[in-house]
């Protein structure tokens, strides 16, 4: 009974998490890296990226006219600022592999994130290790290569900062996940409704408009 009472204890008591999630992150880091190791990498949109960057940074601003492989530039400008720091420190995109142990970055980043988030909400620790198992999420963010990667570590920063009560940064963080790929305004409304909830109303604007600036800043 002891031992079935442990058991209980150890998949339901958030205290756990403390220890478990760095043991998480550490498991995954390993997965990620037997995943670039053994996977062969699947090109869908880097290419594209990267000839588009090879436009942008010839002087182009013309949106309509930077055009890759898979068609024009759909994303917003912040996609467009970090896809040209990956040209130039994957020699025009060619270093596959640096690409890819940059991503596993990012992944682990986002990751360490969440775990953040579902600790402070108090989780039980039988959830986190759902967390490490997604195939999907691991394609997108080691062999693909996609923008979600990067928008899904600004939105979880966001959450993680609102859930600190640390509006501004939060606020920062959601709206330039926003200007990496705009499926993020699909938590907008949830957003509008936390800052309403929480915040006196004129505070709740100025986030409002501390993220239209942010929006202001970053386009070309």
């Not at 969440?114 to 963010?141: D, E, Q």
Request: charged letters at 15%; a positive charge; hydrophobic letters at 50%.
């Amino acid at each position: 009974m002891d031992l079935y009472n442990q058991a209980i204890d150890l998949a339901s008591n958030p205290k756990h998490t403390r220890w478990l999630s760095p043991l998480l992150l550490v498991a995954d880091a390993c997965l990620c890296a037997l995943i670039i190791w053994k996977i062969p990498y699947t090109e869908i949109d880097w290419k594209a990226y990267m000839q588009q960057i090879a436009q942008y940074r010839s002087g182009e601003r013309d949106y309509t006219l930077i055009k890759g492989d898979t068609g024009p530039l759909v994303y917003p400008a912040a996609h467009v600022y970090i896809y040209n720091g990956l040209y130039t420190v994957t020699n025009e995109g060619t270093d596959i592999f640096l690409a890819q142990c940059i991503f596993m970055g990012v992944y682990l980043g986002a990751l360490n994130m969440v775990l953040a988030c579902y600790r402070m909400a108090k989780a039980p620790p039988y959830i986190f290790p759902l967390l490490i198992f997604s195939k999907r999420l691991h394609s997108i963010f080691l062999l693909r290569l996609f923008n979600d990667g990067f928008a899904v570590l600004f939105l979880f920063v966001a959450i993680y900062f609102y859930q600190r009560r640390i509006f501004t940064i939060g606020s920062v963080a959601y709206s330039f996940g926003v200007g990496t790929k705009m499926s993020l305004l699909l938590a907008a409304p949830a957003v509008g409704i936390i800052l309403l909830q929480v915040l006196p109303f004129r505070r709740a604007m100025n986030a409002a408009f501390l993220m239209a600036q942010v929006q202001a800043s970053v386009h070309f």
